[in-house]
């Protein structure tokens, strides 16, 4: 059940189609700031509701509307197919205001092909022409413009140079040295533009034993490659004793490109970092280089550091975390709970909430002398113990329940939340954690709104998604290279570019 | 003209051999250009930046650690002998490196402490006392930006939330992270990295399908915690760039959970066009195939005695997802079948076909060791890498001529191995200085030598137990 436009809609469930029946969101209205505005003044935390009132003033996502953009003016070109990276470095610049044009050859960049297990009906379809797009690609594209230019002609790498002469930023991820044998690598580009930012993603690297290459086909090399080199699979996952090996005791992948999603981030702070040195210090631009594996590596906590430190190689540990005590997810009634608190204050609150449930438990460990201390608590005897108590608990509560419980106790707990689930909460909806974007081309788009999106200032949003393939031909040649469409026509004729609605 | 090892762009020789670097091959370019021994020739990007950080645990104190690793002057505030719970935290309460400090002189400060403060300085400072809040002012004065994670309103209440400090530094740039934001009906919730993983959506999508007997697995890292603290940085340097412009600061509410989000990709268009609700799906790929992890039989050094390396050590990344690469990969185990069935790029990513693909691989897998598979893989010029462990990073050559990994020589507790220099720039490269300070060590050099505090002064108030 749910509303829209006012009126209340009913969605019978009769069998397994009509479950995958889009809903309307939110099905469930979350409260107003009215309807929580009482909350805040009487709120012992913020008891004249000063504070409260001042973010909701400046901070709120209804707030973001008009405000100026912190990148605005910056010229960003986009050259990056395949790998995820590069356009998540574009898609941030871009949600902070830069002009990213993303360039991709003739027939588009290949990700706007790669559906969910291949299935073409997921597809969003151009309203106007009825070209198909993949969801992963509208998602990660956001605020671009798109055109298209053919570099491996001689007539396209001309064109690209006159357009990176004028630009601030260049972001590419071919394989290693491609560009540079086209001419238009940093070493070139420099040349001509010697302000320009040129940053290259990869999954292992331009150069080392180890370096990016493709396959005797041509075959790129694509995330998971990198978080495989970085440690970070080996230690996720169940180990074999909890889980057999067929059936999730492996060394687990996320499921997720995250490898690329770190470098890209990555990649965007050298970008800013370097886009600070020149506008303060040099003048000139840099060339940089984020690869999955290294990026991933440097966040991967202490564990190539405790290989140093005395050999140890960290084992995969499941939903716990080999470190904290408590800090894990762990089965209950429905799904699973996610309890948190180390530090003696919170990990006895944890303890007070189950022991009304089951005294004798929490009492075998609340006075258990060997957990104490709160150090040493995270050995691996101390681990099993109390989560084997926290998860007989958890076995008697719904997520709903032991959050509940949980969190009136100021314990940190949340349920591990499926997609749906996640665009329901409350707590999301009211912060717009995920939003409904109006595409002029795709419609109403249900789109994961940017991490960035509450500020005082400068905000980030989402303006449009992914575009159609060289939709921006005419305004972006003529603005910047001065070609109209006459010209156009003439270089779509020799292949160098490819109208939108050809 | 001083030669330098900074290759701008209009010297294209090589300062010591006169070598012209437009002719070179463009690896040997790279590794010129990118040569981690240079880094400490070259000079760092955010000189002169001055960053607080008012922090704990991880997501905040990354924010400082990574513009402390781009050259800027990081202070971190802790409450005095408490310090950063994360002192406290060690992988199975083992690894600790052993500091000269009067806090918790028997165990030292734990590995999890590492690599959220490098480059940092270290100062006491209790927000609850009076001569808090005016020494505060006094360090916000002359600082570029500030990082905190208390409960929303906490700093506000102690006097030194955003709105009281744009007062006394309107350039201030503040970032509040954290896991729910400072509003919303749940703002008051405390949050970790792994609550954003379970409630954000990654671990939705993360690990073995029910269907195959598994569960959502845990990212082994704070993936959210350092992936949203870098995150919050962008905000950071973004609105330096805006301030630049305006002279105004900002205000950044960073929820952690929201990056989380932000990780799933095409996972909610999906949702909300087709009503289909993303599951996990384990190692293998969802847009790709293949494109996944399998087992091989054996590892390479069974005998070792480690297990990790002995029993677990045996899976390799195969990825051979456009059509030649497929045929050949077919070809190679012995499956032209799987060709004939599975020709187009479409039927192979289907489950069932993923399925049958990756079953018919393990079995041929089933009698090799895993560099055995890498091989044979690579030989027939298809790509395959070895699922790695710290041992295989340690050993491999292509990390340290790199410069990724490296042993830092700590000035307190010598020799530590340490990932370092993640992100390569060829002018102003990121380093790794030292690794961290014992709490409150750098008291006089911030707040006598930098702040000009008197000694007598400091004395008073470190009698009071303000620092």
Known sequence: MGEENGKTIEIDIDDVSDTLLPRPWPVSKPRTREELYSPWVKDPRDPEGKYGEFIEENISWEKAEGKPWALDGLLVLDCTIWGMAGAFAGSYLAELGATVIKIEPLDGDPQRHLYPFGREEYAFEDIYTGEKVSPTFIHEQRNKYSITLNLETEEGRELFKKLAAQADIVLENYPPGTFDEWGIGYRQLSKINPRLIYAWFGQLGQWGSMKDRTSKYGQWMLDPVGICCSEFVHSTGFPADLLPREQGGNPTRSGEWVGDVVAGVHGTIAILAALYYRENVSNRGQFIEATASECYMDICDFNVAWYGFDGSIKARTGGWDPNLNQYAWNPCKDGYLMIGGQTDRLWYRILQVIAQEDPEGARLIAEDPFLKEMAARNALEGLIKTYTITAQWLAHNTRAEGERKMVSREVAAAPVLFIDEIAEYEHFVYRRHVTEVYDEHYGKVFASNSPLAHQHRTPARIKWLGRPLGLDNGEIFARYLGIGPMELKKLALEGVVKWYRE | ?467
């Open chain 2, 1 to 467: 003209m001083v030669e330098s090892w900074s290759f701008n762009p209009p010297f294209d020789r090589n300062p010591e051999t006169g070598e012209d670097l437009d002719k070179i091959p463009f690896e040997e370019y790279c590794r010129k250009v990118f040569d981690p021994s240079k880094t400490f020739e070259k000079p760092e990007a955010l000189k002169g930046w001055r960053h607080v950080s008012s922090t704990m645990y991880i997501l905040s104190p990354h924010v400082g650690a990574t513009l402390a690793e781009y050259g800027a002057e990081v202070i971190k505030v802790e409450m005095p002998r408490l310090g950063d719970p994360m002192r406290h935290t060690s992988p199975f309460n083992e690894a600790y490196l052993w500091p000269e400090t009067d806090h918790r002189p028997l165990t030292g400060t734990g590995f999890g402490f590492l690599h959220a403060n490098v480059n940092k300085y270290f100062v006491t400072l209790d927000y609850h006392a009076d001569e808090a809040k005016e020494l505060y002012y006094d360090l916000i004065r002359i600082s570029d930006s500030m990082a905190e994670c208390y409960r929303p309103g906490t700093f506000f209440r102690w006097g030194i939330g955003y709105p009281q400090l744009k007062e006394v530094n309107p350039r201030l740039i503040y970032i509040w992270l954290g896991g729910f934001g400072n509003y919303g009906p749940r703002r008051y919730g405390g949050s970790y990295d792994i609550l954003g993983q379970a409630c954000g959506g990654l671990a939705a999508i993360t690990g073995w399908h029910e269907d195959f007997g598994g569960h959502p697995a845990k990212h082994t890292n704070w993936i959210i915690d350092w992936y949203a603290g870098l995150t919050g940085l962008i905000g950071i340097l973004a609105a330096a760039h805006y301030r630049k412009k305006t002279g105004e600061g900002t205000f950044i509410d960073l929820s952690q959970i929201s990056c989380s989000t932000r990780a799933t990709g095409y996972s909610f268009p999906l949702y909300g066009r087709f009503g289909v609700v993303r599951q996990r799906w384990g190692n293998w790929d969802t847009l790709l195939s293949v494109h996944g992890i399998i087992m091989a039989g054996k590892t390479d050094d069974p005998e070792h005695p480690n297990p990790q390396i002995s029993v677990e050590s045996r899976y390799v990344m195969v990825s051979a997802f456009q059509d030649e690469d497929f045929k050949e990969l077919c070809y190679l185990i012995g499956r032209p079948d799987l060709w004939e069935k599975y020709s187009s790029f479409k039927e192979r990513v289907k489950p069932e076909a993923q399925i049958e693909i990756y079953r018919a691989l393990e079995e041929w897998a089933s009698d090799k060791s895993r560099s055995e598979v890498v091989e044979a893989i690579n030989n027939a010029g298809l790509i395959a890498v070895p699922v790695m462990s710290a041992k295989d990073i340690y050993d491999a050559e292509h990390f340290w001529e790199r410069g990724t990994i490296r042993w830092v020589d700590d000035p307190l507790f010598g020799e530590v191995l340490t990932q370092n220099w993640h992100v390569k720039l060829s002018e102003t490269p990121p380093r790794t200085k030292w690794v961290w300070r014992p709490i409150g060590s750098d008291n006089i050099r911030i707040y006598h030598e930098l702040m000009g505090y008197s000694m007598s002064k400091l004395k008073e108030l470190w009698e009071k137990g303000v620092i």
